[in-house]
């Protein structure tokens, strides 16, 4: 594989998660500032291929990295994905599987997690939490500015049915140099407008927790993670992805506490299509082996499929 497909498959190879464990009665200041819902309501979630997640209880929903256009880019290729590829947004495809949302969490700015957010968030005109660069490339992307929210972690935010904590997190590395496709800031300014897969650099990556309909959802974007931050942390439904460095996943397991069930993300061939089914663009034994070694049950959603748990 050349250097380039190295880096752009990198790119995309980050983003997993973990369905499990009973929800936590207690839990230090530390994995949380305030008290975790008690009351269960079914919550759903449906998965538009990579990290894009849409979850659901009652009335209220949460959005994960909506990209749902899938423009090819011959990322998972042995060449690699073409820098210059031209941003684009299907309209219609979002159309067809996005009629609202309450929040849109964007974990890192990558092509494959934020192309489609601008258009989701005037569809929905749900509040969209990033860092200080996904805010300012959105603002160059003419995203409605009184929607974005500029977070870093350490934030504990309550929306109305629900609350999402914010972790600072890692973007999975990889190869010889062990780096990731497109690294970079825009923290201070916001920067022409983004035109190609390249203009969307990392812009630092995020861990969130959504607490909902009882449920704490852990959604991590990337195979990697901050142990520092998620040390302890005991949720329902922990989001992991395959990728990284070797036993990032055994690891993950490590320092949280044991969830009951892992959900794979992240794990597709992005340039085949969402209507047919997920092609893997990595073995997922590993994750399986990992959550399950952790007591946890692992779990593979299809492309459009929903679970409700």
Request: aromatic share 8%; net charge neutral; charged share 20%.
């Amino acid at each position: 594989m050349t250097r380039r497909g190295m880096l752009a498959g990198a790119a995309a190879v980050g983003a997993a998660g973990v369905i499990g464990g009973p929800a936590a009665a207690q839990m230090t200041s530390k994995q949380m500032t305030g008290k975790p819902q008690t009351t269960r309501t079914p919550v759903e979630f449906t998965w538009f291929g990579n990290h894009a997640w849409q979850i659901r209880s009652g009335e209220h929903t949460v959005l994960t990295d909506p990209w749902l256009t899938r423009f090819h880019t011959g990322t998972f290729t042995p060449e690699g994905a073409d820098p210059q590829t031209k941003l684009v947004i299907d309209k219609a495809v979002v159309d067809r599987h996005i009629s609202k949302a309450d929040a849109i969490l964007v974990h890192h700015a990558h092509y494959d997690h934020m192309t489609d957010v601008p258009y989701v968030a005037a569809k929905t005109q749900a509040t969209v939490l990033g860092t200080q660069t996904h805010v300012n490339l959105l603002k160059a992307m003419r995203t409605q500015a009184d929607l974005l929210s500029p977070v870093r972690g350490g934030e504990y935010l309550v929306f109305d049915g629900f609350t999402i904590e914010v972790y600072p997190s890692l973007h999975s590395c990889s190869g010889k140099r062990h780096t990731y496709a497109f690294p970079g800031y825009h923290q201070d300014a916001v920067p022409p407008r983004p035109r190609v897969i390249e203009d969307l650099v990392e812009g630092g990556t995020l861990a969130y927790v959504i607490t909902i309909g009882g449920l704490r959802i852990l959604s991590l974007s990337t195979a990697n993670f901050d142990p520092n931050a998620l040390r302890d942390l005991q949720v329902d439904v922990v989001m992991i992805a395959p990728g990284g460095e070797p036993g990032v996943t055994d690891r993950l397991f490590q320092t949280i506490k044991p969830p009951t069930t892992a959900l794979a993300t992240h794990w597709d061939d992005f340039d085949k299509p969402l209507t047919e089914p997920g092609v893997a663009w990595a073995d997922l034994t590993p994750l399986r082996t990992s959550a399950e070694k952790s007591g946890a049950k692992f779990v593979i959603v299809d492309h459009l499929q929903k679970l409700t748990l």
